[in-house]
């Protein structure tokens, strides 16, 4: 058993309330996936347990509180679905995602009625893993429930409206720079990565040496910065972006 969770000082800088980080167990037998995992989990500021053994996963799942798993269904034994059926037998209800390689209707009907919340099949991308995480634990603790306004200092992002206004004075933005803007608002005071940015944002990979990034936070920046003053969005040269307040 090993404990994870990169809380970088920038991590926490003007946390609100609003913000709900998850604590998430991730029980993975594969290296390499649960690498993979729990890099993805840290740089989004979420804090987790981390265990290759289907033993330990168990007794961390029934002896400690979180807000998700991620369940590996071929583990050693005991295997993710005998974990799942033992929690749900012993009444502890916490949101579980399945992560298997078998994908068949059959496979992922057998996990969701075993107690899965959710079921994902390898190979999988990040962001998807991240979204079926929020969900979940969403529809299990109302604290999870998405802000529709979002608003630092004067700029405000009404998310209902699909509008930005600064002062009180709308402010004209793309479909594209919206989602864009959104995003680093809902993660201002961390810091987001190039690569959450094109995952979250654009949906799928560019060429990690692409500019679209720069060029859509310029446009940005032109839109909602004052004169004089420093950025809504600064740049940390080499990592990404953190939104502050100015």
Request: proline share 3%.
């Given at each position: 058993?090993?404990?994870?969770?990169?809380?970088?000082?920038?991590?926490?800088?003007?946390?609100?309330?609003?913000?709900?980080?998850?604590?998430?167990?991730?029980?993975?037998?594969?290296?390499?996936?649960?690498?993979?995992?729990?890099?993805?989990?840290?740089?989004?500021?979420?804090?987790?347990?981390?265990?290759?053994?289907?033993?330990?996963?168990?007794?961390?799942?029934?002896?400690?509180?979180?807000?998700?798993?991620?369940?590996?269904?071929?583990?050693?034994?005991?295997?993710?679905?005998?974990?799942?059926?033992?929690?749900?037998?012993?009444?502890?209800?916490?949101?579980?995602?399945?992560?298997?390689?078998?994908?068949d209707v059959d496979d992922r009907v057998?996990?969701?009625?075993?107690?899965?919340?959710?079921?994902?099949?390898?190979?999988?991308?990040?962001?998807?893993?991240?979204?079926?995480?929020?969900?979940?634990?969403?529809?299990?603790?109302?604290?999870?429930?998405?802000?529709?306004?979002?608003?630092?200092?004067?700029?405000?992002?009404?998310?209902?409206?699909?509008?930005?206004?600064?002062?009180?004075?709308?402010?004209?933005?793309?479909?594209?720079?919206?989602?864009?803007?959104?995003?680093?608002?809902?993660?201002?005071?961390?810091?987001?990565?190039?690569?959450?940015?094109?995952?979250?944002?654009?949906?799928?990979?560019?060429?990690?040496?692409?500019?679209?990034?720069?060029?859509?936070?310029?446009?940005?920046?032109?839109?909602?910065?004052?004169?004089?003053?420093?950025?809504?969005?600064?740049?940390?040269?080499?990592?990404?972006?953190?939104?502050?307040?100015?």
């Amino acid at each position: 058993m090993t404990k994870s969770g990169n809380y970088s000082e920038v991590s926490w800088i003007k946390m609100k309330e609003r913000e709900v980080l998850l604590r998430i167990l991730v029980v993975e037998d594969d290296e390499t996936v649960r690498s993979y995992i729990l890099k993805g989990l840290s740089e989004h500021g979420h804090t987790t347990e981390q265990t290759d053994s289907g033993r330990d996963g168990l007794f961390m799942a029934t002896t400690e509180e979180f807000d998700a798993i991620v369940l590996d269904r071929m583990l050693p034994a005991p295997d993710g679905m005998t974990i799942l059926k033992t929690l749900r037998a012993s009444g502890i209800q916490t949101p579980v995602l399945i992560l298997s390689a078998l994908g068949d209707v059959d496979d992922r009907v057998d996990g969701l009625k075993a107690g899965g919340d959710d079921y994902l099949v390898k190979p999988f991308q990040f962001s998807e893993l991240m979204a079926r995480l929020e969900v979940i634990a969403k529809r299990h603790n109302p604290r999870q429930s998405a802000d529709t306004i979002l608003k630092v200092a004067d700029l405000e992002l009404d998310l209902l409206k699909h509008k930005v206004t600064k002062n009180g004075q709308a402010i004209e933005v793309q479909p594209r720079e919206f989602r864009l803007l959104e995003y680093i608002m809902r993660n201002r005071g961390k810091l987001v990565t190039r690569t959450m940015l094109l995952e979250q944002v654009w949906d799928y990979h560019f060429d990690p040496e692409t500019n679209v990034i720069d060029v859509h936070i310029s446009r940005i920046r032109s839109k909602i910065d004052d004169k004089g003053k420093a950025s809504f969005i600064k740049t940390v040269r080499g990592s990404g972006y953190i939104f502050r307040e100015n």
